[in-house]
Protein backbone atom coordinates (compact mmCIF):
# COMPACT_ATOMS: atom_id res chain seq x y z
CA UNK A 1 0.00 0.00 0.00
CA UNK A 2 1.33 3.26 -0.95
CA UNK A 3 1.19 6.39 1.77
CA UNK A 4 -1.68 7.97 1.69
CA UNK A 5 -0.71 11.74 2.81
CA UNK A 6 -4.29 13.58 1.79
CA UNK A 7 -5.91 11.38 4.77
CA UNK A 8 -3.35 11.23 6.68
CA UNK A 9 -2.52 14.81 6.86
CA UNK A 10 -5.96 15.89 6.91
CA UNK A 11 -6.41 13.50 10.11
CA UNK A 12 -3.83 15.21 12.53
CA UNK A 13 -4.09 19.01 11.11
CA UNK A 14 -7.66 18.16 12.61
CA UNK A 15 -6.55 16.64 15.72
CA UNK A 16 -4.35 19.86 16.43
CA UNK A 17 -7.49 22.03 15.28
CA UNK A 18 -9.94 20.03 17.49
CA UNK A 19 -7.35 19.71 20.52
CA UNK A 20 -6.40 23.43 20.44
CA UNK A 21 -2.58 22.54 20.11
CA UNK A 22 -1.20 25.88 18.87
CA UNK A 23 -3.57 27.79 20.62
CA UNK A 24 -1.26 30.74 22.36
CA UNK A 25 -1.23 30.15 26.54
CA UNK A 26 1.12 32.16 29.13
CA UNK A 27 1.80 29.84 32.07
CA UNK A 28 3.39 31.29 35.54
CA UNK A 29 7.18 30.82 35.35
CA UNK A 30 8.07 29.76 31.77
CA UNK A 31 10.01 31.24 29.49
CA UNK A 32 7.70 32.91 26.37
CA UNK A 33 8.90 33.65 22.61
CA UNK A 34 6.75 35.77 20.17
CA UNK A 35 7.89 34.28 16.84
CA UNK A 36 6.00 36.68 13.97
CA UNK A 37 5.56 36.23 10.35
CA UNK A 38 5.04 39.22 7.91
CA UNK A 39 1.30 39.28 7.27
CA UNK A 40 0.63 38.70 3.31
CA UNK A 41 -1.50 40.51 1.65
CA UNK A 42 -4.62 38.46 0.74
CA UNK A 43 -4.68 38.78 -3.34
CA UNK A 44 -6.47 36.76 -5.30
CA UNK A 45 -3.51 34.85 -6.97
CA UNK A 46 -3.06 33.05 -3.43
CA UNK A 47 0.27 32.16 -1.66
CA UNK A 48 3.20 31.22 -3.77
CA UNK A 49 6.39 29.33 -2.86
CA UNK A 50 8.05 32.50 -1.82
CA UNK A 51 5.38 33.10 1.01
CA UNK A 52 5.80 29.32 2.01
CA UNK A 53 9.65 29.29 2.50
CA UNK A 54 9.12 32.31 5.27
CA UNK A 55 6.07 30.33 6.63
CA UNK A 56 7.85 26.97 7.17
CA UNK A 57 11.10 28.79 8.66
CA UNK A 58 9.28 29.83 11.34
CA UNK A 59 7.10 27.11 11.55
CA UNK A 60 9.77 24.92 12.38
CA UNK A 61 11.72 26.74 14.97
CA UNK A 62 7.86 27.25 16.76
CA UNK A 63 7.79 23.65 16.93
CA UNK A 64 11.06 23.21 18.50
CA UNK A 65 10.27 25.87 20.95
CA UNK A 66 7.36 24.27 21.95
CA UNK A 67 8.82 20.81 22.23
CA UNK A 68 11.20 22.90 24.79
CA UNK A 69 8.23 23.61 27.57
CA UNK A 70 8.40 27.66 26.36
CA UNK A 71 5.29 29.57 26.04
CA UNK A 72 4.78 30.93 21.85
CA UNK A 73 3.00 33.15 20.54
CA UNK A 74 3.02 32.49 16.73
CA UNK A 75 -0.55 34.46 14.73
CA UNK A 76 -1.51 34.89 11.33
CA UNK A 77 -3.25 37.48 9.55
CA UNK A 78 -3.88 39.89 6.64
CA UNK A 79 -2.80 43.19 4.94
CA UNK A 80 -6.00 43.79 3.71
CA UNK A 81 -6.61 47.32 2.32
CA UNK A 82 -4.79 48.30 -0.36
CA UNK A 83 -4.12 49.29 -4.15
CA UNK A 84 -4.60 45.84 -5.85
CA UNK A 85 -8.00 45.13 -4.51
CA UNK A 86 -9.51 48.37 -5.60
CA UNK A 87 -8.02 47.32 -9.12
CA UNK A 88 -9.65 44.28 -9.22
CA UNK A 89 -13.07 45.77 -8.00
CA UNK A 90 -12.99 48.13 -10.90
CA UNK A 91 -12.40 45.54 -13.34
CA UNK A 92 -14.98 42.98 -12.44
CA UNK A 93 -17.62 45.22 -10.46
CA UNK A 94 -17.08 43.19 -7.22
CA UNK A 95 -16.98 45.38 -3.50
CA UNK A 96 -13.39 45.16 -2.23
CA UNK A 97 -14.98 43.86 1.01
CA UNK A 98 -16.12 40.52 -0.66
CA UNK A 99 -13.11 40.14 -2.88
CA UNK A 100 -10.55 40.22 -0.21
CA UNK A 101 -12.87 38.13 2.13
CA UNK A 102 -12.41 35.14 -0.44
CA UNK A 103 -9.40 36.16 -0.70
CA UNK A 104 -8.59 35.73 2.81
CA UNK A 105 -10.79 32.27 3.17
CA UNK A 106 -8.06 30.87 0.50
CA UNK A 107 -5.31 31.63 1.96
CA UNK A 108 -6.36 30.76 5.50
CA UNK A 109 -7.25 27.46 3.92
CA UNK A 110 -3.45 26.93 1.95
CA UNK A 111 -2.32 27.93 5.46
CA UNK A 112 -4.34 25.17 7.35
CA UNK A 113 -3.61 22.36 4.44
CA UNK A 114 0.61 23.13 5.35
CA UNK A 115 -0.39 22.19 8.47
CA UNK A 116 1.76 25.61 10.36
CA UNK A 117 1.54 25.74 14.04
CA UNK A 118 -0.50 29.08 13.87
CA UNK A 119 -2.98 30.53 16.87
CA UNK A 120 -5.95 30.81 14.83
CA UNK A 121 -7.77 32.38 17.51
CA UNK A 122 -5.99 35.65 17.42
CA UNK A 123 -6.61 35.88 13.59
CA UNK A 124 -6.99 39.71 12.33
CA UNK A 125 -7.11 41.72 8.96
CA UNK A 126 -6.54 45.44 8.71
CA UNK A 127 -9.69 45.95 6.82
CA UNK A 128 -11.75 44.99 9.42
CA UNK A 129 -13.68 47.69 10.94
CA UNK A 130 -12.39 46.32 14.38
CA UNK A 131 -8.88 46.37 13.61
CA UNK A 132 -9.28 50.10 12.04
CA UNK A 133 -11.04 51.67 14.52
CA UNK A 134 -7.67 51.43 16.10
CA UNK A 135 -6.32 52.42 13.52
CA UNK A 136 -7.84 55.53 13.19
CA UNK A 137 -7.70 56.21 16.73
CA UNK A 138 -4.21 56.65 16.62
CA UNK A 139 -4.32 58.71 13.74
CA UNK A 140 -6.67 60.98 15.67
CA UNK A 141 -4.03 60.88 18.77
CA UNK A 142 -0.98 61.77 16.00
CA UNK A 143 -3.16 65.27 14.97
CA UNK A 144 -3.37 65.76 18.21
CA UNK A 145 0.28 65.64 19.14
CA UNK A 146 1.09 68.25 16.25
CA UNK A 147 2.46 64.83 14.06
CA UNK A 148 -0.10 64.90 11.62
CA UNK A 149 -0.51 67.89 9.36
CA UNK A 150 -1.29 69.31 5.33
CA UNK A 151 1.25 70.07 3.32
CA UNK A 152 1.37 70.59 -0.78
CA UNK A 153 4.25 68.53 -1.97
CA UNK A 154 4.93 67.53 -5.41
CA UNK A 155 3.77 63.60 -5.40
CA UNK A 156 4.44 60.31 -8.50
CA UNK A 157 0.72 61.09 -9.91
CA UNK A 158 -0.60 58.12 -11.68
CA UNK A 159 -3.31 59.87 -14.04
CA UNK A 160 -4.71 56.23 -15.30
CA UNK A 161 -5.06 55.04 -11.48
CA UNK A 162 -6.05 58.69 -10.36
CA UNK A 163 -3.46 58.23 -7.03
CA UNK A 164 -0.61 59.55 -5.73
CA UNK A 165 1.76 56.58 -5.53
CA UNK A 166 4.90 56.20 -3.14
CA UNK A 167 8.51 56.17 -4.36
CA UNK A 168 8.74 52.31 -3.87
CA UNK A 169 5.34 52.16 -5.73
CA UNK A 170 7.10 53.13 -9.07
CA UNK A 171 9.42 52.03 -10.82
CA UNK A 172 11.24 53.50 -14.45
CA UNK A 173 8.32 56.05 -14.34
CA UNK A 174 6.01 53.80 -14.28
CA UNK A 175 3.53 52.42 -11.54
CA UNK A 176 4.26 48.78 -10.43
CA UNK A 177 0.24 48.63 -10.35
CA UNK A 178 -1.07 47.92 -13.55
CA UNK A 179 2.75 49.90 -15.50
CA UNK A 180 0.55 53.03 -15.58
CA UNK A 181 2.86 56.16 -16.88
CA UNK A 182 3.63 58.37 -13.65
CA UNK A 183 4.05 62.47 -13.59
CA UNK A 184 5.05 64.75 -10.82
CA UNK A 185 2.36 66.66 -9.47
CA UNK A 186 1.52 69.19 -6.40
CA UNK A 187 -1.15 67.90 -4.46
CA UNK A 188 -2.53 68.87 -0.71
CA UNK A 189 -1.39 66.03 1.38
CA UNK A 190 -1.07 64.48 4.63
CA UNK A 191 1.93 64.31 5.86
CA UNK A 192 3.54 62.40 9.20
CA UNK A 193 6.48 63.92 10.69
CA UNK A 194 8.64 61.19 10.69
CA UNK A 195 11.48 63.08 10.45
CA UNK A 196 11.31 64.97 14.25
CA UNK A 197 12.28 61.12 14.80
CA UNK A 198 14.89 60.84 12.81
CA UNK A 199 17.88 60.61 15.44
CA UNK A 200 16.49 58.29 17.86
CA UNK A 201 15.31 55.74 14.73
CA UNK A 202 19.41 55.95 14.02
CA UNK A 203 20.17 55.47 17.81
CA UNK A 204 17.84 52.50 18.60
CA UNK A 205 19.40 50.37 16.01
CA UNK A 206 21.60 49.56 18.59
CA UNK A 207 18.41 47.88 20.59
CA UNK A 208 18.10 45.06 18.40
CA UNK A 209 19.80 42.50 16.70
CA UNK A 210 19.41 42.69 12.96
CA UNK A 211 21.58 42.03 9.96
CA UNK A 212 23.98 44.34 10.09
CA UNK A 213 22.89 45.25 6.24
CA UNK A 214 19.37 45.60 7.02
CA UNK A 215 20.60 48.40 9.70
CA UNK A 216 22.91 49.82 7.02
CA UNK A 217 20.26 49.73 4.74
CA UNK A 218 17.95 52.10 7.16
CA UNK A 219 20.73 54.31 8.30
CA UNK A 220 21.32 54.97 4.04
CA UNK A 221 17.42 55.91 3.92
CA UNK A 222 17.31 58.51 7.11
CA UNK A 223 20.78 59.48 5.62
CA UNK A 224 21.85 61.78 8.32
CA UNK A 225 24.65 64.35 7.08
CA UNK A 226 26.90 66.97 8.86
CA UNK A 227 28.13 70.02 7.39
CA UNK A 228 26.99 73.45 6.54
CA UNK A 229 24.12 75.60 5.66
CA UNK A 230 25.34 79.16 3.23
CA UNK A 231 23.94 81.56 2.32
CA UNK A 232 24.13 82.91 -1.45
CA UNK A 233 22.52 86.25 -1.97
CA UNK A 234 21.17 86.63 -5.71
CA UNK A 235 21.94 89.56 -7.23
CA UNK A 236 19.61 92.66 -7.84
CA UNK A 237 17.12 90.82 -5.49
CA UNK A 238 16.38 90.58 -1.54
CA UNK A 239 16.57 86.69 -2.33
CA UNK A 240 18.46 84.43 -0.25
CA UNK A 241 19.52 80.87 -1.23
CA UNK A 242 20.39 78.74 1.69
CA UNK A 243 22.32 75.37 0.59
CA UNK A 244 23.39 72.40 2.77
CA UNK A 245 27.32 71.35 1.93
CA UNK A 246 28.76 68.64 3.60
CA UNK A 247 31.89 69.92 2.75
CA UNK A 248 32.13 73.99 3.24
CA UNK A 249 35.67 73.37 2.80
CA UNK A 250 35.20 73.46 -0.98
CA UNK A 251 33.36 76.70 -0.92
CA UNK A 252 36.26 78.71 -2.98
CA UNK A 253 35.71 75.89 -5.45
CA UNK A 254 32.04 76.96 -6.46
CA UNK A 255 31.46 77.69 -10.18
CA UNK A 256 27.35 77.63 -10.15
CA UNK A 257 24.60 76.73 -8.19
CA UNK A 258 21.96 74.71 -8.93
CA UNK A 259 18.20 74.29 -7.85
CA UNK A 260 15.74 71.97 -8.50
CA UNK A 261 12.44 72.15 -10.92
CA UNK A 262 9.73 72.72 -8.04
CA UNK A 263 11.59 74.88 -5.79
CA UNK A 264 9.81 78.07 -4.53
CA UNK A 265 12.56 80.22 -5.63
CA UNK A 266 12.91 79.13 -9.58
CA UNK A 267 9.76 81.17 -10.95
CA UNK A 268 11.37 84.27 -8.86
CA UNK A 269 14.67 84.74 -10.16
CA UNK A 270 14.08 83.54 -14.00
CA UNK A 271 15.00 86.24 -16.52
CA UNK A 272 11.56 86.47 -18.58
CA UNK A 273 13.42 85.13 -21.51
CA UNK A 274 14.44 82.27 -20.06
CA UNK A 275 10.73 81.05 -18.99
CA UNK A 276 9.87 78.99 -22.32
CA UNK A 277 13.16 77.28 -21.44
CA UNK A 278 12.47 76.11 -18.22
CA UNK A 279 8.95 75.17 -18.68
CA UNK A 280 10.50 72.91 -21.36
CA UNK A 281 13.07 71.68 -19.13
CA UNK A 282 10.18 70.94 -16.14
CA UNK A 283 8.20 69.28 -18.47
CA UNK A 284 10.96 66.80 -19.38
CA UNK A 285 11.94 66.38 -15.56
CA UNK A 286 7.97 66.09 -14.13
CA UNK A 287 7.20 62.54 -16.73
CA UNK A 288 8.14 59.76 -15.45
CA UNK A 289 8.19 60.85 -11.89
CA UNK A 290 10.72 61.32 -9.43
CA UNK A 291 12.81 58.09 -10.56
CA UNK A 292 13.20 58.94 -14.32
CA UNK A 293 14.48 62.79 -14.46
CA UNK A 294 17.60 63.32 -16.29
CA UNK A 295 20.11 64.23 -13.94
CA UNK A 296 22.46 66.21 -16.48
CA UNK A 297 19.64 67.89 -17.80
CA UNK A 298 19.37 71.86 -16.57
CA UNK A 299 19.06 75.51 -18.08
CA UNK A 300 20.31 78.75 -17.02
CA UNK A 301 17.82 81.30 -15.64
CA UNK A 302 19.48 84.19 -16.12
CA UNK A 303 20.56 85.05 -12.60
CA UNK A 304 22.91 84.94 -10.54
CA UNK A 305 24.19 84.81 -7.03
CA UNK A 306 27.07 85.73 -4.59
CA UNK A 307 29.87 83.53 -3.32
CA UNK A 308 30.03 85.38 0.27
CA UNK A 309 33.66 84.34 0.95
CA UNK A 310 34.97 86.07 -1.91
CA UNK A 311 31.70 87.95 -3.58
CA UNK A 312 31.95 86.50 -7.18
CA UNK A 313 28.88 86.04 -9.02
CA UNK A 314 27.89 82.50 -10.03
CA UNK A 315 25.38 81.40 -12.39
CA UNK A 316 22.48 80.13 -11.58
CA UNK A 317 20.78 76.88 -13.01
CA UNK A 318 18.24 74.34 -12.80
CA UNK A 319 19.65 70.92 -12.74
CA UNK A 320 17.69 67.24 -13.31
CA UNK A 321 20.37 66.06 -10.72
CA UNK A 322 19.36 68.34 -7.92
CA UNK A 323 16.32 66.62 -6.07
CA UNK A 324 13.65 68.66 -4.19
CA UNK A 325 13.57 66.32 -0.82
CA UNK A 326 17.53 66.18 -0.90
CA UNK A 327 18.84 69.10 1.52
CA UNK A 328 17.27 71.92 1.06
CA UNK A 329 16.75 71.32 -2.98
CA UNK A 330 20.00 73.59 -3.63
CA UNK A 331 23.38 72.66 -4.32
CA UNK A 332 26.64 74.88 -4.86
CA UNK A 333 28.14 72.99 -7.32
CA UNK A 334 31.79 72.11 -7.40
CA UNK A 335 33.00 70.21 -10.22
CA UNK A 336 36.48 69.59 -8.82
CA UNK A 337 35.72 68.20 -5.89
CA UNK A 338 31.95 66.35 -6.50
CA UNK A 339 31.19 63.57 -9.16
CA UNK A 340 27.64 64.73 -10.08
CA UNK A 341 28.70 68.21 -9.76
CA UNK A 342 31.87 67.43 -12.36
CA UNK A 343 29.19 65.35 -14.70
CA UNK A 344 26.88 68.21 -14.62
CA UNK A 345 29.22 70.93 -15.44
CA UNK A 346 31.19 69.21 -18.45
CA UNK A 347 27.37 68.47 -19.92
CA UNK A 348 27.40 72.28 -20.21
CA UNK A 349 30.40 73.98 -19.86
CA UNK A 350 30.91 75.11 -16.79
CA UNK A 351 34.28 75.92 -15.33
CA UNK A 352 36.04 73.61 -12.91
CA UNK A 353 38.57 75.25 -9.95
CA UNK A 354 40.54 72.86 -7.98
CA UNK A 355 41.14 73.97 -3.96
CA UNK A 356 42.00 70.62 -2.95
CA UNK A 357 44.82 68.93 -3.64
CA UNK A 358 46.51 65.81 -2.32
CA UNK A 359 50.56 65.20 -1.63
CA UNK A 360 50.88 62.60 -4.58
CA UNK A 361 50.36 63.94 -8.15
CA UNK A 362 48.26 61.88 -11.00
CA UNK A 363 44.57 61.86 -9.55
CA UNK A 364 41.67 62.73 -11.62
CA UNK A 365 39.14 65.22 -11.40
CA UNK A 366 36.56 65.18 -9.70
CA UNK A 367 39.14 64.11 -7.23
CA UNK A 368 36.70 63.53 -3.70
CA UNK A 369 39.14 62.58 -1.11
CA UNK A 370 41.64 64.00 2.01
CA UNK A 371 43.86 66.85 1.35
CA UNK A 372 44.96 70.59 1.63
CA UNK A 373 43.39 73.59 0.43
CA UNK A 374 44.67 75.73 -2.06
CA UNK A 375 43.16 79.15 -4.33
CA UNK A 376 41.26 79.40 -1.02
CA UNK A 377 41.51 83.36 0.36
CA UNK A 378 39.74 86.08 0.08
CA UNK A 379 40.38 89.78 2.21
CA UNK A 380 38.95 88.15 5.73
CA UNK A 381 39.64 84.37 5.47
CA UNK A 382 42.13 82.12 3.74
CA UNK A 383 42.67 78.27 3.88
CA UNK A 384 45.59 78.28 1.88
CA UNK A 385 48.19 75.25 3.12
CA UNK A 386 45.27 73.96 5.99
CA UNK A 387 44.14 70.97 6.19
CA UNK A 388 40.58 70.19 4.57
CA UNK A 389 39.00 69.23 8.38
CA UNK A 390 40.86 71.91 9.56
CA UNK A 391 39.59 74.04 6.88
CA UNK A 392 35.94 72.84 7.27
CA UNK A 393 35.89 73.89 10.87
CA UNK A 394 37.57 77.45 9.72
CA UNK A 395 34.81 78.16 7.22
CA UNK A 396 31.65 77.42 9.82
CA UNK A 397 33.44 79.52 12.21
CA UNK A 398 34.02 82.07 9.63
CA UNK A 399 30.15 81.60 8.20
CA UNK A 400 28.78 81.67 11.75
CA UNK A 401 30.75 85.13 13.13
CA UNK A 402 29.45 86.23 9.63
CA UNK A 403 25.97 85.81 9.74
CA UNK A 404 26.07 84.08 6.30
CA UNK A 405 25.37 80.67 7.68
CA UNK A 406 25.52 77.84 10.37
CA UNK A 407 26.44 74.48 11.12
CA UNK A 408 23.89 72.13 10.35
CA UNK A 409 22.89 68.66 10.59
CA UNK A 410 20.30 67.29 7.42
CA UNK A 411 18.65 64.34 6.53
CA UNK A 412 17.50 62.53 3.08
CA UNK A 413 14.50 61.03 5.11
CA UNK A 414 11.59 63.27 4.23
CA UNK A 415 7.96 63.68 6.36
CA UNK A 416 6.14 60.31 5.81
CA UNK A 417 3.57 61.14 2.64
CA UNK A 418 0.10 59.75 4.32
CA UNK A 419 -2.79 60.09 2.04
CA UNK A 420 -3.70 58.23 -0.93
CA UNK A 421 -7.01 59.06 -3.40
CA UNK A 422 -8.79 55.87 -3.43
CA UNK A 423 -11.62 53.51 -1.39
CA UNK A 424 -10.01 50.72 -0.27
CA UNK A 425 -8.45 52.73 2.90
CA UNK A 426 -8.66 53.40 6.32
CA UNK A 427 -10.80 56.84 5.85
CA UNK A 428 -9.05 59.47 7.87
CA UNK A 429 -11.02 60.36 10.97
CA UNK A 430 -11.21 64.09 10.79
CA UNK A 431 -13.57 66.97 10.28
CA UNK A 432 -12.81 70.43 8.09
CA UNK A 433 -15.31 72.77 10.23
CA UNK A 434 -16.76 75.93 8.63
CA UNK A 435 -14.62 78.19 10.86
CA UNK A 436 -11.68 76.68 9.63
CA UNK A 437 -10.46 74.74 12.08
CA UNK A 438 -10.05 70.62 11.99
CA UNK A 439 -11.90 68.35 14.39
CA UNK A 440 -10.37 64.79 15.06
CA UNK A 441 -12.71 61.97 15.68
CA UNK A 442 -13.18 60.75 19.31
CA UNK A 443 -13.11 57.06 20.11
CA UNK A 444 -16.66 56.91 20.43
CA UNK A 445 -17.07 58.09 16.94
CA UNK A 446 -14.83 55.10 15.51
CA UNK A 447 -14.36 53.28 13.51
CA UNK A 448 -15.54 55.65 10.81
CA UNK A 449 -16.99 53.49 7.85
CA UNK A 450 -16.59 54.06 4.10
CA UNK A 451 -20.04 54.48 2.03
CA UNK A 452 -20.64 52.05 -0.57
CA UNK A 453 -19.67 53.19 -4.16
CA UNK A 454 -20.80 52.75 -7.30
CA UNK A 455 -17.34 53.83 -9.29
CA UNK A 456 -13.75 53.61 -7.81
CA UNK A 457 -13.23 56.38 -10.16
CA UNK A 458 -13.27 60.09 -8.56
CA UNK A 459 -15.49 63.03 -9.85
CA UNK A 460 -14.14 65.09 -12.64
CA UNK A 461 -14.15 67.79 -9.99
CA UNK A 462 -12.18 65.59 -7.31
CA UNK A 463 -9.42 63.43 -7.05
CA UNK A 464 -10.71 61.05 -4.33
CA UNK A 465 -13.78 58.35 -4.90
CA UNK A 466 -15.26 59.35 -1.92
CA UNK A 467 -16.47 62.38 -2.59
CA UNK A 468 -18.86 61.08 -4.77
CA UNK A 469 -20.96 60.29 -2.15
CA UNK A 470 -22.07 63.89 -0.62
CA UNK A 471 -24.47 62.51 1.95
CA UNK A 472 -21.34 60.89 3.53
CA UNK A 473 -18.76 63.64 3.03
CA UNK A 474 -20.88 67.30 3.88
CA UNK A 475 -22.42 66.45 8.10
CA UNK A 476 -23.35 68.85 10.39
CA UNK A 477 -20.98 67.97 13.33
CA UNK A 478 -23.17 66.58 16.42
CA UNK A 479 -20.16 67.91 18.96
CA UNK A 480 -19.39 71.06 17.34
CA UNK A 481 -23.11 72.22 15.80
CA UNK A 482 -21.28 73.45 12.82
CA UNK A 483 -21.26 72.13 9.63
CA UNK A 484 -18.23 69.91 8.02
CA UNK A 485 -16.49 67.88 5.65
CA UNK A 486 -14.90 64.88 5.90
CA UNK A 487 -11.39 63.90 5.20
CA UNK A 488 -11.53 62.03 1.97
CA UNK A 489 -8.51 61.41 1.43
CA UNK A 490 -7.38 57.64 2.49
CA UNK A 491 -4.54 56.17 4.59
CA UNK A 492 -1.64 53.87 2.76
CA UNK A 493 -1.54 50.42 3.23
CA UNK A 494 1.76 51.09 5.72
CA UNK A 495 -0.81 52.66 8.12
CA UNK A 496 -2.46 48.90 9.74
CA UNK A 497 1.09 47.01 9.31
CA UNK A 498 2.70 49.79 11.35
CA UNK A 499 1.25 48.52 14.76
CA UNK A 500 -0.81 44.73 14.34
CA UNK A 501 1.88 42.66 16.25
CA UNK A 502 0.43 44.44 18.61
CA UNK A 503 -2.96 43.56 18.12
CA UNK A 504 -1.92 40.05 18.00
CA UNK A 505 -1.04 40.15 21.92
CA UNK A 506 -5.11 41.11 22.44
CA UNK A 507 -7.63 40.64 19.37
CA UNK A 508 -11.09 40.91 20.89
CA UNK A 509 -10.23 43.48 23.39
CA UNK A 510 -13.05 46.20 22.79
CA UNK A 511 -11.46 49.07 25.11
CA UNK A 512 -8.23 49.65 24.21
CA UNK A 513 -6.25 48.36 21.14
CA UNK A 514 -3.69 46.21 23.37
CA UNK A 515 -4.06 46.19 27.30
CA UNK A 516 -0.79 46.61 29.30
CA UNK A 517 -1.77 43.05 30.46
CA UNK A 518 -1.24 41.48 27.53
CA UNK A 519 1.50 43.48 26.25
CA UNK A 520 3.47 42.11 29.24
CA UNK A 521 2.71 38.65 28.17
CA UNK A 522 3.79 38.94 24.88
CA UNK A 523 5.64 42.24 23.52
CA UNK A 524 8.45 43.11 22.56
CA UNK A 525 8.57 40.54 19.12
CA UNK A 526 10.82 38.27 19.69
CA UNK A 527 11.96 37.31 16.47
CA UNK A 528 10.18 39.10 13.05
CA UNK A 529 10.74 37.02 9.97
CA UNK A 530 10.14 38.41 6.14
CA UNK A 531 11.73 39.38 3.37
CA UNK A 532 14.33 41.63 3.02
CA UNK A 533 12.21 44.21 0.38
CA UNK A 534 10.77 45.34 3.41
CA UNK A 535 14.13 46.00 5.19
CA UNK A 536 13.70 50.08 4.66
CA UNK A 537 10.19 51.33 4.50
CA UNK A 538 7.46 48.76 6.76
CA UNK A 539 10.24 48.28 9.40
CA UNK A 540 11.01 52.11 9.62
CA UNK A 541 7.41 53.22 9.71
CA UNK A 542 6.84 50.62 11.82
CA UNK A 543 9.49 51.55 14.36
CA UNK A 544 8.44 55.09 14.22
CA UNK A 545 4.77 54.41 14.50
CA UNK A 546 5.85 52.37 18.26
CA UNK A 547 8.02 55.18 19.58
CA UNK A 548 5.13 57.74 19.27
CA UNK A 549 3.34 55.41 21.32
CA UNK A 550 5.80 54.67 23.35
CA UNK A 551 6.97 58.92 24.52
CA UNK A 552 2.25 58.54 25.00
CA UNK A 553 3.01 55.96 27.20
CA UNK A 554 0.94 53.19 25.77
CA UNK A 555 3.42 50.68 24.89
CA UNK A 556 6.44 49.78 27.22
CA UNK A 557 8.91 48.70 24.90
CA UNK A 558 11.36 51.93 22.64
CA UNK A 559 11.57 49.06 20.04
CA UNK A 560 8.39 46.40 18.60
CA UNK A 561 11.05 44.18 16.94
CA UNK A 562 14.18 42.43 19.17
CA UNK A 563 15.44 40.02 16.26
CA UNK A 564 15.08 40.18 12.42
CA UNK A 565 15.60 37.02 10.27
CA UNK A 566 15.51 37.16 6.34
CA UNK A 567 14.38 33.73 4.89
CA UNK A 568 15.95 34.43 1.57
CA UNK A 569 13.96 34.70 -1.99
CA UNK A 570 12.26 32.12 -4.46
CA UNK A 571 13.22 32.88 -7.68
CA UNK A 572 11.67 32.19 -10.86
CA UNK A 573 10.99 33.17 -14.34
CA UNK A 574 9.53 36.31 -15.57
CA UNK A 575 8.14 37.76 -18.34
CA UNK A 576 7.94 41.84 -19.36
CA UNK A 577 7.13 44.09 -21.59
CA UNK A 578 9.05 47.21 -22.11
CA UNK A 579 8.23 49.57 -19.57
CA UNK A 580 8.24 47.32 -17.26
CA UNK A 581 4.28 45.75 -17.28
CA UNK A 582 4.77 41.72 -16.49
CA UNK A 583 3.14 39.49 -18.36
CA UNK A 584 2.05 35.72 -17.07
CA UNK A 585 3.48 33.34 -17.69
CA UNK A 586 0.32 31.68 -19.09
CA UNK A 587 -0.60 33.99 -21.39
CA UNK A 588 2.87 33.84 -22.92
CA UNK A 589 2.86 30.10 -23.58
CA UNK A 590 -0.56 30.58 -24.29
CA UNK A 591 0.11 33.06 -27.23
CA UNK A 592 3.76 32.62 -27.98
CA UNK A 593 6.35 35.23 -27.71
CA UNK A 594 5.94 36.74 -31.50
CA UNK A 595 2.37 37.02 -31.00
CA UNK A 596 3.33 40.24 -28.64
CA UNK A 597 6.12 41.92 -31.26
CA UNK A 598 4.15 41.10 -34.29
CA UNK A 599 0.30 42.48 -32.65
CA UNK A 600 1.74 44.67 -29.98
CA UNK A 601 4.88 45.69 -31.28
CA UNK A 602 6.01 44.78 -27.89
CA UNK A 603 9.12 42.31 -27.08
CA UNK A 604 8.56 39.97 -24.38
CA UNK A 605 11.69 39.88 -22.47
CA UNK A 606 12.89 36.83 -19.98
CA UNK A 607 14.55 36.80 -16.69
CA UNK A 608 15.10 35.53 -13.76
CA UNK A 609 13.76 37.65 -10.83
CA UNK A 610 12.28 37.04 -7.07
CA UNK A 611 9.05 35.74 -6.79
CA UNK A 612 5.85 37.88 -6.55
CA UNK A 613 2.62 38.97 -7.10
CA UNK A 614 3.63 42.28 -8.61
CA UNK A 615 6.02 39.71 -11.10
CA UNK A 616 2.95 37.59 -12.20
CA UNK A 617 5.72 34.63 -11.99
CA UNK A 618 4.29 33.49 -8.36
CA UNK A 619 3.66 29.35 -8.20
CA UNK A 620 0.90 28.01 -6.46
CA UNK A 621 1.33 25.29 -4.05
CA UNK A 622 -1.61 23.62 -4.22
CA UNK A 623 -0.95 21.48 -6.94
CA UNK A 624 2.07 20.54 -5.03
CA UNK A 625 0.41 19.40 -1.95
CA UNK A 626 -2.24 17.37 -3.76
CA UNK A 627 0.31 15.44 -5.04
CA UNK A 628 3.01 15.32 -2.85
CA UNK A 629 1.40 16.25 0.23
CA UNK A 630 2.35 19.33 2.79
CA UNK A 631 5.20 16.98 4.45
CA UNK A 632 7.49 16.70 1.12
CA UNK A 633 6.95 20.57 -0.04
CA UNK A 634 7.85 21.65 3.37
Known amino acids: MGYDHLFVEKKWQEEWANHGIFRSVRNLGREKKYILDMFPYPSGSGLHMGHLCGYTYSDVYVRYLKMMEIDVLHPMGWDSFGLPAERYA ?29 DWCREISTSHPNF ?68 RLIKDLDLVDWPDEIKQQQLSWIGRKEGAEVCFSVVGTAIELYVFTTRPETIFGVSYIALSATHPFVDQITKEDVLPFLQSFRDRQLVGGRDSSNS ?17 SIPIWVAGYVLPHVG ?45 CIESYSETISLNGVDYLKARDMVIEWLEATGKGRKRTTYRLRDWLFSRQRYWGEPMPLLHLENGKIRPLDLDELPLIPPQIDSYRPPEDSLSPLDSVPSWVFLKDAKSGLHAKRETNVMPQWAGSCWYFLRFCDPTNEEIFCSKEAQDEWMPVDIYIGGAEHSVLHLL ?12 GLVQHPEPFLKLKNPGMVLNRSFKKPGGVYVSAEEVEKRGSEYFLIKTNEKIVSQIEKMGKSKLNGVSPDDLMKDFGADALR
Not at 90 to 118: C, V, W
Open 90 to 118: ARTGAHPRETTKTNIDSFRKQLKSMGYAY
Open 132 to 199: YKWTQWMFSLFYEKGLAYEAEVHVNYCPDLQIALANEEVENGFSKEGGFAVVLKPLRQWMLRITKYAD
Open 296 to 312: NDGVFLGAYANNPVNGD
Open 328 to 372: SGIVMGVPAHDENDCSFARQHGLKSKVVIVEEKEGYHLPYTGPGT
Open 541 to 552: YARFWHKILFDC
